[in-house]
């Protein structure tokens, strides 16, 4: 589990500001996945993302914007951050041969 | 797309008890179910999975059953303890082939109380 980890953990900013989130792990999985998480809905795909270069939408993408120039760093930007994206998002990360996927720690958005 | 549906949203149970999560799923072709558990606070981690070929799979006190036919699979967990409480997720994927393989789909989690 230490091989993924997130920044910041927690965030509070405004309505209308940019805000990036970051992933990075250690382990050279090739996929690496972004969830947010919202009482009463589970866990909702937002981004994926396959190898370096390689991005496509998840569930609920509108309103993010995600990269992946390197294998180990997935970053998530809100790009005009909305109050109804306050949540909590999940970084996770798998092998390419292997179905596990593994969390990060999450990190708390608060959009005020 | 895949579509998955967990019931109860919660469950309280008393502690020794047996605890029962259902879950079904829309797409035929999703062949792996994992079931993650969460403590507050925390990040998901897997407890136990199972695929397509396979209709049942047990881990100590721990069991998952699947049934393709109907389109459901269920955690069963034996003589609960206080640290089995937690919040449920199951989910279901697909391993096939090209940029959607591992992607997996939610339930909306159930929330276990193992009262002592």
């Known amino acids: 589990d230490a091989g993924i980890t997130q920044s910041p953990r927690y965030k509070i900013t405004e309505t209308g500001r940019q805000v990036t989130l970051m992933c990075h792990q250690t382990w050279s999985h090739s996929y690496m996945f972004w969830y947010r998480q919202d009482l009463g809905h589970g866990l909702r795909l937002i981004y994926y993302s396959a190898a370096a270069d390689i991005t496509d939408k998840g569930e609920v993408p509108d309103g993010y914007v995600v990269s992946r120039s390197k294998t180990e760093n997935f970053p998530l930007t809100l790009e005009s951050a909305t109050r109804s994206q306050t949540s909590v998002y999940f970084c996770?990360?798998?092998?390419?041969?292997?179905?596990?996927?593994?969390f990060g720690p999450g990190t708390r958005l608060l959009v005020l | 797309g895949e579509n998955v549906e967990q019931h109860p949203s919660t469950l309280s149970v008393q502690e020794g008890d047996s605890a029962v999560i259902k879950c079904t799923y829309s797409?035929?072709?999703?062949?792996?179910f994992p079931w993650y558990k969460q403590e507050l606070g925390k990040r998901p981690q897997l407890i136990i999975d199972?695929?397509?070929?396979?209709g049942e799979k047990k881990d100590q006190r721990i069991a998952v059953t699947l049934n393709k036919t109907a389109k459901h699979f269920s955690l069963h967990i034996t003589e609960t303890q206080p640290e089995d409480s937690a919040v449920y997720f199951c989910a279901a994927g697909s391993n096939a082939g090209g940029t959607s393989y591992g992607k997996l789909t939610f339930g909306q989690g159930t929330i276990l109380t193992v009262h002592p």
């Open positions: 797409d035929s072709a999703s062949n792996y």
């Open positions: 996770a990360s798998k092998a390419g041969y292997k179905e596990t996927q593994y």
């Open positions: 199972i695929r397509s070929n396979v």
